[in-house]
């Protein structure tokens, strides 16, 4: 049914209901500037109980089965978990359960062709894991249900595109998890990424360096000699545009200034931090590697200001703007 909204449909999870994702979902439905088709997936009385306390009252759609006549913004209610146990605003078995049903039935949406791309709320790591999850996080457990061997965490924040080599682990196991092989694979997925959702033809990627100065010769480390240079150049061989190692105190300078298409850092605070330097609220985590498109918000569940309607929604439209436009550049492509 056309309503002047864009006619990509973007499933959205509701992350922890003790979380702010219910309440970012709700002030992001109550905003005249964002045109999307969202299907929301998660508690539909739990949204209710946020809206009251917020005074918003966005209309929500049951979704059906018959597309053509679907109205939006549309829900999928998820049943399981009791708005009664909102409080206390911490991780546990039950949140964390709920978060997971609510990622496996969007997942299975996008899986089906009924949602364009999923765009995640977040969640909590010690909730899913107190609930059973065997995935450390939404990366992870992505790839486990679209069966994706390579999933690659990218942040975008405008013009600036890192994405990360390794993710959640300890800084002292980086230089051991550092590989030729590991980083030709993670190049691999980001040239493919860009090309097929950002619809550059040709990426122009930057490779960080390990150690300070990029190993000053070998005096400070040999990870950039022995590892990273060489897989810069086995990516050439394969036609990937991937150049350095750069130094890390400059790299990002020089990619949100446009001289690169993204950069590839090796760990996690190496990425992050400028990203989020450049403005927490345009933050927008996205995976590629799968066979669906996932944006998901820059931030956590932030429990400590949940349900007290401070929580900012910008980091979710960012989010949801940015995962219809690489849903409207794969179909184009198609």
Known sequence: MRDGRDDVVLAVTMGDPRGIGPEVIVKALARTDVRTRMLVVGSGAVLAAVADRLGLHPALHAFGD??????????????????????????DALGGRASIDYIEKAVALALAGRADAVVTAPINKEAIAAAGARCPGHTEMLAALTGAATPVMMLVNGPLRVALATTHVALRDVPGLVSVPGLLGVARVLN??????????????????????????GRFGDEEARLLAPAVAAAGREGI?????????????????GAYDAVLALYHDQGMIPVKLAGLGAVVNVTLGLPIVRTSVGHGTAYDIAGTGRAEEDSLVAALR?????????????
């Open 192 to 217: 493919e990424g860009l090309r097929r959702f950002f619809g550059t033809p040709h990426p122009r990627i930057a490779l960080c360096g390990l150690n300070p100065h990029c190993g000053d010769g």
């Open 241 to 257: 545009g991937l150049t350095g190692p750069e130094p890390a105190d400059t790299v990002f300078v020089k990619a949100a200034a």
């Open 66 to 91: 018959a597309p053509g006549a679907q109205l939006w913004p549309a829900l999928l209610d998820v049943p399981g978990f009791p708005p009664d146990r909102i409080e206390p605003r911490r991780p």
């Open 322 to 334: 940015l995962g219809a436009q690489m849903a409207r550049t794969a179909r184009a492509a198609r």
